[in-house]
């Protein structure tokens, strides 16, 4: 693998960001789209005089007047030598025209994005290389503007991003995601635009302008592809990846990246949930963003500065030298999983064998003013990530399965499915799942959940109403995740029709969709017999089909408690081989307060007490703090509050 060709450490930007630094000049222009509508745009240069700079181009929604950090502006500007354009998006904010909601960033009649790129390319001070950079919405834009192929976009860094608004943003199997879309249209001052998608539920052209899936052709880019597990956008982000890497346009085919950890949508969150996945830190990466604009913006080599794929393998996240909790690199996602059959059975049973004799269905009522509440999952403005279902599951509506406790390790990576007979005695209906992985102390810990609306089980561009009471076969997408089911625990799988307000509740009632008619109580039938067996197909990586598990010398736990004020206790995990290390305490100047010499240590776990003094007993002050266990190259960190 390549050398990378700049490495700026964390510590590098809390320097920058401490030192106040302010090395740029600053000019704000209104930038002329084809149209004639003229965009806010604000662009930061070194205070340097350069003769041809690259650039960094960030299109936001949100104001660009908060698009980046002064700090931010400083590293990449003085420190790095790039030009930074922050742009308002059509109709927000400084700009002129009308808020289009990305249908003008694009490939359309009106392409904001492709302008954009060419006339920065075009000034006197520009190097004619303009790469894009953004998460969420400003993530979009640029892999919207990648699909208009604008010849002078040299990459894209696009952190938790949709590519095909209606399927991974809008409408998840049909049904509406209401938190999701209602929540974000509010707080962005858009509820006007509520009904345009009421009144475009089917899969159509409209929306052929913000599916980037069409046209993978047409990117010729590199895009480094950045996601969580638990993001609202996973699928969309997956999808990108893999169908611009192996069918995308010369310069984008072959040299996609990506990267996926135990992440919500802020994946700068260290919780996923009520979680905390040991080692999965995002902000480790941050020279990886770094370096892949020094390479495609300045350095052109044509490759890739660190492997195609890294993804993080969950595990039991107590269990920091447990199965899993690891990063895996590679060379393409998915690693060549099996599709293994997990059978529904009576007695809440979950097994690999089919059933061999007729089962009766089991049963339940749901009824749309009493829906299933949601507890996490990829959400946005309501609480998000892996989050125990016992409160869920002990409804009359919630059918549970589960295995028996896992004698040895499951590896799940790769996308999951639901492939499920069913009926209902009413015309329309939503059909939910939640896979989960239960602990040994009980908890049900949510790992992906899915819905089918079943008039769209067939399709996303018709409608399809349901024949009351016949027995049909529904197929509930959960996404994708990776994953080790631990010995010990059990996989268990729910099934309900509601999961409220994460997605919209079907009235049952077969009427009009979004109308506001009184809804019914639904009688549902989940079959699993011989004939209409009902199964969780997950993705099974054998033993052959993931890289073997480095040696760990020594591992570091999260201290507790955290936040702190007298003291905490600093957990340390050693092996038997494992040779000198140290443990230092660093404040957010990244000077050393404290450390301590582990010399030859025994195997097992080791207490580590700091009391909040420095190496002169001074009491060190309220703030963050970074514990660092290292020994030669290799090192682990975890972040430490005090709070007094």
């Not at 745009?41 to 340097?48: G, L, N, W």
């Not at 303009?130 to 894209?156: D, E, K, R, Y």
């Not at 409209?206 to 993001?231: A, E």
């Not at 994946?267 to 905390?276: M, T, V």
Request: charged share 20%; proline share 7%; net charge negative.
């Amino acid at each position: 693998m390549r050398k990378p060709i700049c490495k700026i450490p964390l510590l590098l930007l809390i320097l920058a960001a401490a030192a106040g630094l302010n090395a740029f000049d600053k000019q704000t222009v209104m930038m002329p789209m084809r149209d004639g509508v003229r965009l806010a745009t604000d662009i930061y240069r070194p205070s340097v005089s350069i003769d041809r700079l690259p650039c960094i181009l960030v299109r936001t929604p949100y104001g660009k007047k908060i698009g980046m950090e002064a700090w931010m502006l400083s590293l990449l500007t003085d420190i790095l030598q790039y030009a930074v354009v922050l742009q308002d998006t059509r109709g927000r904010y400084g700009s002129e025209g009308v808020d289009s909601l990305y249908f003008s960033d694009g490939w359309g009649a009106v392409r904001d994005g492709y302008d954009s790129v060419e006339w920065l390319a075009a000034r006197s001070w520009s190097n004619g290389r303009i790469g894009m950079f953004g998460a969420s919405a400003l993530g979009i834009t640029g892999i919207l503007a990648a699909g208009a192929a604008p010849p002078h976009l040299s990459c894209v860094v696009a952190i938790v991003t949709a590519s095909n608004l209606y399927e991974d943003a809008v409408f998840y199997g049909g049904e509406y995601q209401h938190a999701l879309v209602n929540g974000w249209l509010e707080e962005t001052g858009n509820e006007d635009l509520i009904p345009f998608f009421r009144n475009h539920h089917d899969f159509g052209p409209v929306f052929d302008r913000v599916n980037l899936t069409t046209r993978f052709d047409s990117v010729r880019v590199p895009i480094f592809h950045i996601g969580g597990w638990h993001d609202i956008f996973i699928q969309g982000t997956l999808n990108a990846f893999t169908g611009l890497q192996a069918s995308g346009g010369a310069g984008a085919r072959g040299n996609q990246a990506l990267l996926v950890g135990p992440w919500v949508h802020n994946i700068l969150d260290e919780n996923c949930g009520e979680l905390s996945f040991p080692g999965s830190q995002a902000s480790v990466f941050i020279d990886d963003i770094v370096n892949w604009f020094e390479v495609w913006l300045k350095d052109r080599s044509g490759r890739i500065p660190f492997p195609a794929v890294r993804y993080y393998l969950m595990g039991d996240a107590e269990r920091a030298g447990g199965p899993g909790n690891r990063w895996i690199s590679g060379s393409s996602w998915p690693s060549e999983p099996e599709a293994v059959p997990y059978y529904l059975s009576g007695g809440g049973r979950l097994a690999t064998t089919p059933p061999r004799q007729d089962e009766p269905p089991d049963a339940f009522d749901f009824d749309p003013l009493d829906p299933v509440p949601t507890l996490g999952g990829r959400n946005l403005n309501i609480p998000a990530g892996s989050r125990d279902q016992r409160p869920a599951e002990g409804r009359p509506d919630v059918l549970v399965y589960e295995t028996e406790i896992l004698d040895d390790s499951v590896v799940v990576a790769g996308r999951v499915f639901v492939r499920l007979w069913a009926s209902s005695d009413g015309p329309d209906t939503d059909f939910t799942a939640k896979l989960c992985d239960v602990y040994p102390d009980g908890r049900s810990m949510l790992v992906a959940d899915g819905i089918v609306q079943a008039r769209h089980r067939n399709s996303l561009t018709a409608e399809e109403l349901l024949t009351p009471g016949e027995p049909e076969r529904f197929t509930i997408d959960l996404w994708s995740t990776a994953l080790v089911f631990a010995p010990g625990h059990r996989i268990r799988l729910d099934v309900s029709s509601s999961n409220w307000p994460r997605f919209s509740v079907n009235p049952n009632t077969g009427g009009p969709f979004g109308s506001d008619e009184p809804g019914r109580i639904a009688r549902q039938n989940v079959y699993h017999d011989a004939s209409r067996p009902s199964f969780l197909e997950l993705p099974i990586l054998r033993p052959t089909g993931i890289p073997e598990e480095p040696h760990r010398r020594f591992a570091l736990g999260r201290n507790y408690p955290n936040p702190f004020n007298s003291s905490t206790v600093i957990p340390v995990f050693l092996d038997a081989s494992t040779g000198r290390l140290e443990l230092e305490i660093i404040d957010a100047f990244g000077r050393r307060l404290r450390s301590w010499r582990l010399p030859n240590s025994a195997a097992g776990q080791h207490l580590i007490r700091w009391d909040g003094l420095d190496e002169s007993g001074r009491d060190a002050p309220s703030g963050v703090y970074v514990a660092r266990l290292r020994s030669g190259r290799s090192v682990e960190t975890v972040k430490i509050i005090r709070l007094r």
